[in-house]
């Protein structure tokens, strides 16, 4: 079966489109990425996406102008995508999460948008969308949905080990020690870009050069680390409706101007503390790390620094691009949901039982989908 992953995450810069040809043999996932590639949005529309996100009041019409767009766009990218790689059977879209409403640790829901049934019309075939309700109706967190590859992938590895995404949040999956555990860590570049938005005009700090030329601040650092969230137990998840500008002008405000290069590496430092910890405390032995932090050396070097001993490499190594992973697990997580297997893990997310996911939007003609296996596969292995 062919599936068409499309995601995009809480950096909201690009929808990110990935064709996985997957087989089972036994109890393995075998997948091959047959293509790859990241779309940007229209300057316009992320623009408008960035105004509608907390802590800023949307009206309604706003919503449902986005979430139009959104999908317009996300089926732009699957046209453009189809084109350079060949029909598939179904596409799984995440759409782009616009609030993820957690009140004192329980998440009561999640919003994304961009409406399935532009894709649908668009190639013809199903859609899987809505990803994240099921589990959060039944208690869970409804994120890292990313947990469900971690374990696969990481299943041929000696334990404990664990998969690091550094995205716009960074999460963590824990597998060798019990049950598997996921969760997000905090901020991985969402603090980082805001800032250098604010100190640059461009939307990242592009190879961590200016963090590289700054020096932390251990006043900052500390207030930062006070946070909360980071001491909460897992499952949690979290997103920019708290890590956002508004938030680091809180922490801003009163202090002598910090130059952006400084502010830069005093965030870095902020990321690879926490991650640090969450790895530290997780006992693992070796770690694969994906996502576009994981292309800031500054950051990568700082969490290998703090976690001597504990094995670094990235996704690549195990057949599955960085840059290709998010929308890789979304590929799958559609796969899981066309078989009619739960595509979350209770002690990822909180849970209290696995769950199939999202809700189906056909294409054109009958909805055909393959007969329901009756077990999971315990491992997944990919190639390009």
């Not at 075939?125 to 967190?141: C, E, I, K, L």
């Not at 690091?164 to 020690?177: D, E, F, K, P, R």
């Not at 870009?193 to 900052?220: I, M, N």
């Not at 849970?351 to 999971?376: C, M, Q, S, Y």
């Amino acid at each position: 079966m062919r599936v068409l992953g499309l995601s995009s995450g809480t950096s909201h810069d690009a929808i990110d489109a990935a064709v996985v040809e997957f087989g089972l043999d036994d109890d393995t996932l075998h997948g091959t990425l047959v293509h790859a590639a990241a779309h940007p949005y229209p300057a316009e529309l992320r623009a408008e996406i960035l105004d509608a996100l907390p802590p800023r009041d949307v009206t309604l019409a706003a919503v449902c102008r986005l979430d139009t767009l959104i999908g317009q766009s996300f089926a732009d990218t699957a046209a453009a995508t189809v084109a350079a790689a060949g029909p598939v059977d179904l596409v799984c879209s995440h759409g782009q999460t616009l609030y993820h409403w957690v009140d004192d640790g329980i998440v009561r829901g999640t919003l994304q948008l961009g409406q399935p049934a532009w894709i649908a019309e668009r190639l013809g075939v199903p859609v899987v969308s809505d990803v994240r309700t099921a589990d959060v109706a039944a208690g869970g967190q409804g994120a890292p949905l990313v947990s469900l590859l971690d374990t696969l992938l990481l299943s041929g590895l000696p334990g404990p080990a664990g998969a690091l995404n550094l995205g716009g949040i960074a999460n963590l999956t824990s597998v060798g020690q019990g049950a598997p555990v996921a969760f997000d860590t905090g901020p991985a570049n969402a603090l980082m870009d805001a800032a250098a938005l604010a100190g640059t005009g461009r939307p990242y700090d592009e190879d961590g050069r200016l963090a590289a030329a700054g020096q932390v601040d251990p006043a900052l650092l500390a207030a930062l680390l006070a946070e909360p969230y980071y001491r909460r137990e897992p499952p949690k998840s979290t997103g920019k409706e708290l890590f956002h500008a508004d938030y680091l002008a809180g922490h801003l405000a009163g202090r002598p101007p910090l130059p952006v290069e400084d502010l830069l590496a005093t965030l870095a430092e902020l990321t690879a503390r926490t991650v640090a910890d969450a790895v530290r405390e997780r006992g693992l032995r070796s770690l694969v790390v994906s996502g576009g932090g994981a292309d800031n050396p500054v950051l990568t070097e700082r969490i290998g620094a703090l976690l001597p001993g504990v094995e670094l490499l990235r996704s690549d190594a195990l057949g599955l691009p960085s840059a290709a992973k998010e929308a890789v697990a979304f590929a799958l997580l559609g796969w899981f949901t066309a078989h009619g297997l739960p595509g979350t893990l209770p002690s990822c997310t909180g849970a209290k039982g696995g769950r199939v996911l999202g809700r189906i939007t056909p294409g054109h003609g009958p909805l055909r989908l393959p007969e329901p296996l009756t077990g999971a596969p315990a491992a997944a292995r990919f190639s390009c």
